[in-house]
């Protein structure tokens, strides 16, 4: 089939490269448009079009996908199937009629559960012990299109959002060739999700990233990794940010949001039993171990973390 592929992260840039390879013809790319990154805040183009870039293939980069232009663009390049992996803009009702095949989007969770923008950290800091990736046809609606397909994935006790995304972006790539020569035999029919079991996840905002020491030290933990490395964990000691890495459950008892500080490492209190810091990276620095930022921070007797 001819394809136009689109996606913006890191995570979609296996599926991006599985169908290059594929038997399917990629004739176009559409991206977000280039953001400014690092400390220069210079330009830079997105994973996916980088990738495209290497390719020779033509790049859309619309600030709106409803753009007249773009539109104008898609309809004349016409696509037979446009599968899209975490692009990051919804799809107007004039796009999605012009692939005969329709969009078909890679979501990394098993439908119903889990739509929205964030899947992989929500499941995680839900305690969900299995998820997975669906390949779905695009509708109007948030990810409640029908379901070609899934794979699953289980969740590790200390799985991050990074370790676990990277791996379903791996299987999914996977899933999604399957499904787009499923679509293009006619071997392969979509299955409207279930009425139950329906669940949300909103993209995670930086605020939502702060950690709440007043909860149970197993819910510190996924709240932690679910949001490692982006946009990270983080708390404050003395009116100063300090980004927390994935952090270690132990047995004792620490009062909620109290610092101790030992020779085997640095330990906070929650409304349960403490959490041990690994890596802490505090404002304008790099990572790094844990008890060497405390030794260095000088902190008072009875410190806490708000």
């Known amino acids: 089939m001819r394809i136009v592929f689109a996606g913006t992260p890191e995570p979609a840039v296996p599926s991006l490269l599985r169908l290059l390879d594929s038997r399917h013809e990629v004739v176009a790319v559409v991206t977000r448009p280039d953001a400014t990154a690092g400390r220069g805040r210079k330009l830079k183009r997105s994973p996916v079009a980088e990738i495209a870039d290497e390719h020779g293939i033509a790049v859309f980069t619309p600030h709106k996908p409803a753009e007249p ?3 104008a663009a898609l309809t004349d390049l016409a696509p037979e199937c446009c599968p899209v992996v975490a692009y990051g803009a919804l799809l107007p009702a004039e796009l999605l009629d012009i692939p005969v095949h329709g969009w078909i989007n890679l979501h990394f969770s098993l439908l119903p559960a889990w739509r929205g923008a964030a899947p992989v950290q929500a499941a995680i800091a839900a305690g969900d012990e299995i998820t997975g990736a669906s390949t779905f046809r695009i509708e109007t609606g948030l990810d409640t299109g029908p379901v070609y397909g899934v794979v699953t994935e289980r969740i590790g006790v200390t799985d991050t959002a990074g370790d676990l995304l990277t791996r379903l972006s791996h299987s999914g790539a996977a899933l999604l060739e399957q499904t787009l020569d499923g679509v293009e035999d006619a071997t392969l029919q979509a299955i409207p999700q279930a009425a139950d079991g329906v669940s949300y996840a909103p993209k995670i905002t930086v605020e939502a990233a702060q950690v709440r020491w007043d909860q149970p030290a197993l819910a510190v933990g996924r709240a932690v990794r679910a949001v490692t490395p982006f946009p990270g ?21 620490i009062p909620e949001r109290q610092i101790e500080i030992r020779k085997t490492g640095v330990y906070i209190g ?3 039993t403490a ?7 505090p404002q304008g620095k790099r990572m790094m171990a844990a008890l060497d930022w405390a030794r260095g921070a000088r902190l008072d007797a009875g410190a806490v973390v708000e």
Do not use: I, M, N, S
């Open 275 to 281: 959490v041990r810091l690994d890596q802490v990276q």
């Open 69 to 71: 232009d773009f539109v």
């Open 233 to 253: 964990a983080w708390t404050t000691v003395a009116g100063t940010r300090l980004k927390l890495g994935p952090v270690e459950l132990v047995e004792e008892v």
């Open 270 to 272: 929650t409304a349960t």
